[in-house]
């Protein structure tokens, strides 16, 4: 069956890692049409949007997206980026990524951190003995993808009627004489059936996948409400998982016990800013961004896209020297999404050869610092890399 896959290459790097992974897609046999979205910071800049309505329409239609990486800026660079005659006319950037998620519900994020045996960047540490260790890692991180404090529920110099619904609450009263002006404001917000959500799929994923626990990454002895509430609710449906273990640590401890014992660690689930944070620090123990991969889920509709940004200072290289893997695993867990397991688990054996072989590394793999001239002292190039993952797709 030949499939119809929106590719949104975005920003940076995004435009040559998609390019390079469509590339190994065609090679292990995945049919597919792909047809381009707009997105990103050029539609910023010209459109004063940068998630064009067309691009949505491509993916209510296809239902699937390929997604390459986006640059974000503050606030007031934003604004100063927009073409002169789209000044003064209301346009606000919000992250495109973060609005196609809660535009299409995909409401379920998944970033699986494994280890490739061979990979010079895997975590090691030292052992009792004096020698060290390298533990081989498997955890799966489900972060919630569409509230908390991305939700994008904020403000600056707050409306009054927002102002005097915040004062209300008896901790505000410290506040009440900063200036309305001099006051910005970010909620957090959890819903009861979005916990649900995200706690069911972690459940759901170990129970397929054979893993022993699932650890809520919260904070709620401090974020009693929020927090709160995806604790209570996880107490409620780790009752239907007999044989799967609930834990609950807080988010500090998590990342100082990362480096201690990240082999313990099974399935995570967190809130949307606590799951971005715990993701990274995972990906740093098994390889770093380049190696990052998640899926953005819905009921309908799914996007999937590496982690890493669009790192616009390689996107002039020429040969690119950035490595792809997080974009070629992104699609390999878009091939499970899509039941092509087959040729999934070709993709990551494919990965796994290469690394372990260990004649092909991109610049990051090789512990050099990002320039140009890494091509000239042995890194390959982007290309490189994508080809020698074809060669042994065989």
């Known amino acids: 069956m030949k499939r119809t896959i929106v590719s949104m290459p975005g920003d940076g790097i995004g435009k040559v890692v998609l390019e390079e992974t469509i590339r190994v897609l065609d090679a292990v046999g995945f049919e597919a049409?792909?047809?381009?979205?707009?997105?990103?910071?050029?539609?910023?800049?010209?459109?004063?949007?940068?998630?064009?309505?067309?691009?949505?329409?491509?993916?209510?239609k296809h239902r699937v997206g390929l997604f390459g990486a986006i640059t974000s800026k503050?606030?007031?660079?934003?604004?100063?980026?927009?073409?002169?005659?789209?000044?003064?006319?209301?346009?606000?950037?919000?992250?495109?990524?973060?609005a196609m998620r809660q535009k299409f519900g995909l409401d379920v994020c998944i970033r699986p951190c494994k280890t490739f045996p061979g990979n010079p960047?895997?975590?090691?540490?030292?052992?009792?003995a004096g020698g060290y260790d390298e533990p081989e890692i498997?955890?799966?991180?489900?972060?919630?993808?569409?509230?908390?404090?991305?939700?994008?529920?904020?403000?600056?110099?707050?409306?009054?009627?927002?102002?005097?619904?915040?004062?209300?609450?008896?901790?505000?009263?410290r506040f009440a004489d900063t200036p309305s002006e001099d006051l910005a404001i970010s909620s957090r917000i959890f819903t009861r059936k979005a916990c649900q959500s995200i706690l069911r799929a972690a459940f759901e994923y170990a129970k397929k996948h054979g893993y022993k626990s699932v650890t809520v990454c919260e904070k709620p002895n401090v974020l009693r409400e929020t927090s709160g509430m995806m604790e209570e609710e996880a107490l409620k449906?780790?009752?239907?998982?007999?044989?799967?273990?609930?834990?609950?640590?807080?988010?500090?401890?998590?990342?100082?016990?990362?480096?201690?014992?990240?082999e313990d660690v099974d399935v995570i689930v967190a809130g949307n800013m606590f799951g971005d944070i715990i993701s990274d620090g995972f990906a740093g123990l098994i390889g770093g961004l380049g190696f990052a991969c998640s899926a953005?889920?819905?009921?309908?509709?799914?996007?999937?896209?590496?982690?890493?940004?669009?790192?616009?200072?390689?996107?002039?290289?020429?040969?690119?020297?950035?490595?792809?893997?997080?974009?070629?695993?992104?699609?390999?867990m878009m091939l499970d999404y899509l039941?092509?397991?087959?040729?999934?688990?070709?993709?990551?054996?494919?990965?796994?050869?290469?690394?372990?072989?260990?004649?092909?590394?991109?610049?990051?793999?090789?512990?050099?610092?990002?320039?140009q001239s890494v091509i000239d002292n042995g890194a390959a190039t982007t290309g490189q890399v994508a080809d020698a993952i074809i060669a042994k797709l065989g």
């Not at 960047?121 to 009792?128: D, E, G, S």
């Open 121 to 128: 960047l895997n975590f090691i540490r030292k052992n009792a």
């Open 237 to 262: 449906i780790s009752k239907e998982y007999d044989g799967i273990a609930l834990y609950s640590n807080n988010i500090d401890a998590q990342m100082m016990w990362l480096t201690k014992n990240p």
């Open 296 to 332: 953005n889920i819905g009921p309908d509709c799914a996007v999937f896209e590496p982690t890493h940004g669009s790192a616009p200072k390689y996107e002039t290289f020429s040969p690119s020297i950035v490595n792809p893997i997080a974009m070629v695993m992104s699609a390999k």
């Open 339 to 371: 039941d092509e397991t087959e040729k999934a688990k070709r993709i990551e054996k494919a990965i796994a050869e290469v690394v372990v072989e260990g004649k092909v590394k991109a610049y990051d793999m090789a512990r050099m610092r990002g320039a």
């Open 74 to 98: 503050p606030k007031k660079e934003a604004q100063a980026e927009l073409l002169p005659e789209l000044h003064g006319k209301g346009y606000d950037y919000f992250s495109p990524i973060v």
């Open 33 to 60: 049409e792909y047809v381009h979205g707009d997105i990103g910071w050029e539609f910023w800049k010209k459109e004063g949007n940068p998630l064009p309505q067309r691009t949505i329409d491509l993916l209510e």
């Open 138 to 173: 498997n955890a799966v991180v489900f972060r919630q993808n569409t509230e908390g404090l991305y939700g994008g529920v904020e403000w600056t110099n707050p409306p009054e009627n927002i102002r005097a619904a915040f004062m209300t609450h008896k901790k505000m009263a």
